[in-house]
């Protein structure tokens, strides 16, 4: 398990949020297999943990009118950017997902968590808070990036010297290269077990970006590129989402079981 920045205060990391340029997520396709996940949210009770500036909020809100959308950020100036695009249509706090949320236990009927648990130095504690104010039937949609869909090259992204050849050389969300304030790289059976011992039953498994490191490089991208929407449709029919860089799974609190469950 790969690590960088855990050494830093809970203040110190919140600072370093709110001063990161505010960037824009990984856009609509991953919003999209996000969404697809998640199933139909009419009239549901949502929240968006980590919902940085709310991209996927405002995706909810365009496509069903009547779900109760909340989302919480531990950067009060991620919130206040997310305020200011959605207005009243998403309530939002800033809370750390680790030190509690401000919600009754059992308040939301889907919870989203996407490219957060990474960056928590208590993932589990994150994932348990999120069990707790999901309703017993509840689902949570999480993604974590999958350091196993960068096989072997995940291991080496230490020796790579110098900033501009990590960023040719590792993708944005390895910890060597990217600009979160602290960061972990999980490989595929490591995003399972964290998910289980958070308190959750994974009941789909899903992916994003199979084989990364092909689009890294200009001469393997440029090949990749127009296999790429085939192999993203194909890679999960035959089970191979531990080669997808961006791991999306569906999740139940323990004890409840989706029909069509896996495992
Ligand atoms: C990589 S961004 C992902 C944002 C968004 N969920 C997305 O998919 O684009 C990570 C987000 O998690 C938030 N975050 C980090 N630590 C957190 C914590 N302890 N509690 C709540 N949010 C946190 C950060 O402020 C940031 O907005």
Not at 88 to 117: K, N, Y
Not at 158 to 186: M, S
């Amino acid at each position: 398990m790969i690590k960088t920045g855990h050494e830093l205060s809970d203040a110190e990391i919140r600072r370093r949020y709110d001063a990161l340029g505010h960037r824009g997520g990984l856009g609509p396709a991953f919003v999209e297999r996000v969404l697809a996940l998640a199933g139909d949210l009419s009239g549901a009770r949502v929240l968006d943990v980590g919902c940085g500036m709310g991209a996927l909020l405002a995706a909810v809100a365009a496509r069903w009118p009547s779900a109760r959308l909340h989302g919480v950020d531990v950067s009060t100036a991620r919130v206040r950017t997310t305020a200011a695009t959605l207005g009243s249509r998403v309530a939002l706090a800033d809370a750390d997902v680790q030190h509690g949320l401000p919600f009754a236990r059992g308040s939301f009927d889907v919870v989203f968590c996407t490219e957060v648990l990474e960056h928590l130095k208590a993932p589990e504690r994150g994932l348990a808070e999120i069990a707790r104010v999901l309703a017993p039937d509840g689902a949570l949609v999480v993604t974590v990036p999958n350091a196993t869909g960068f096989a072997p090259f995940h291991r080496l992204g230490a020796l790579v010297p110098g900033r501009w050849l990590r960023g040719k050389l590792l993708p944005y969300e390895h910890p060597a290269n990217t600009d979160q304030p602290i960061d972990t790289c999980f490989t595929y059976r490591e995003i399972l077990a964290l998910v289980d011992r958070g308190g959750f039953d994974v009941v789909r498994i899903a992916g994003y970006r199979y084989f990364r490191y092909l689009e890294m490089l200009p001469l393997f991208r440029t090949l990749y590129r127009p296999l790429a929407p085939l192999v993203e449709r194909a890679a999960p029919r035959v089970a191979a989402q531990r080669f997808a860089y961006n791991l999306l799974l569906r999740g139940t609190p323990r004890g409840v079981r989706a029909p069509g469950a896996v495992g």
